[in-house]
């Protein structure tokens, strides 16, 4: 069975309970992070509790636990749901904390209430081979999120709606457009490769900071692969000869098919597999203890 952690207690998911007043279910009044783990290791685990603080704070939520109190949760959670073979797996934690439970159902913040922390574990699959040959297909939609897609906010409607629009239309994502810019997809980063130089939009309010788009760059700029922090139109995105999406349970996925045109050659290209394996590598080293 899974193991949860919530409030404090490692229970079974079965029997995990939280009020109906929990604002993170009346209001989607929370944050949350998804981290992978790599035969048990916890991947760019400082970078993602970085960013939960950041969430945290946009929200005015305190930090209900200091570092060392998430890393022991975590990585006693991952123990606990570990398979037979712990050291080959590939797991995922979920965590979120919401502003709590208050009896009564206002807006404005409650005056005491604790928050609700709750982390869950679930295995991620790799890419199948058929994917990594092909590619994936993706449509390009209006963005109709808030102001501040920088949070990491579990408030996800609208993230909700065009991931499913997407789907309908036979594509794994939704790459999202404002203004004529393309952001990133309803859950992934957005990197483009144009006259072999690698870009990626630049940090703001209108995409989330990916964990793995800053991975992706660092090993750009470490290995020699051109790149930039740049903004991506619409027109750009059309005529580019590669376009990745970035996520950390979907690693770098290569779009081949973008509405109803073929991406580049039509198959994944030469920058992504460059950085697919650059990534593999930098994985297994964390699998190994070698890096972070
Ligand atoms: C909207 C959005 N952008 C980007 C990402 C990628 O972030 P990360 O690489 O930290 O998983 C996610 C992750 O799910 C997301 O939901």
Redesign the pocket.
């Known amino acids: 069975v899974s193991i949860v952690y919530l409030n404090g207690r490692f229970e079974p998911l079965e029997e995990a309970r939280i009020s109906v007043m929990d604002r993170g279910f009346l209001f989607g009044d929370g944050v949350y992070e998804?981290i992978p783990a790599y035969g048990g290791r916890l991947f760019r685990l400082g970078p993602?509790l970085q960013?939960l603080q950041n969430s945290l704070d946009a929200i005015r939520l305190i930090n209900p636990l200091a570092t060392e109190q998430w890393r022991e949760i975590l990585e006693t959670l991952l123990q606990r749901n570990a398979g037979a073979q712990p050291e080959t797996e590939d797991q995922a934690v979920y965590l979120q904390v919401t502003r709590g439970v208050a009896m009564k159902r206002d807006h404005r913040f409650p005056e005491d209430s604790a928050p609700t922390v709750l982390a869950m574990t679930h295995p991620i699959l790799s890419l199948d081979p058929d994917t990594r040959a092909r590619g994936v297909r993706a449509i390009t939609l209006p963005d109709s999120r808030w102001q501040h897609?920088h949070v990491?906010a579990i408030t996800l409607l609208a993230?909700v709606l065009l991931r499913q629009e997407a789907v309908d239309a036979e594509a794994v994502e939704a790459i999202l457009v404002k203004d004529g810019l393309a952001n990133?997809?309803?859950?992934?980063?957005l990197f483009m490769v144009k006259q072999d130089v690698l870009i990626t939009p630049p940090k703001s309010p209108r995409?989330?900071p990916?964990?793995?788009?800053d991975l992706v760059l660092d090993l750009a700029r470490e290995n020699g692969i051109p790149c930039r922090e740049d903004e991506i139109s619409l027109d750009e995105l059309r005529q580019a000869e590669e376009i990745w999406l970035?996520?950390?349970?979907r690693e770098i996925l290569p779009v081949t098919e973008l509405d109803e045109s073929s991406v580049g050659t039509g198959r994944p290209g030469p920058v992504w597999n460059r950085m697919t394996a650059l990534y593999q590598a930098y994985k297994e080293a964390v699998r190994d203890g070698r890096a972070a």
Do not use: F
Not at 210 to 213: A, P, S, V
């Open positions: 998804v993602h960013r897609c990491k993230n990133e997809g309803a859950a992934s980063n995409l989330l990916g964990i793995t788009r970035t996520s950390s349970t």
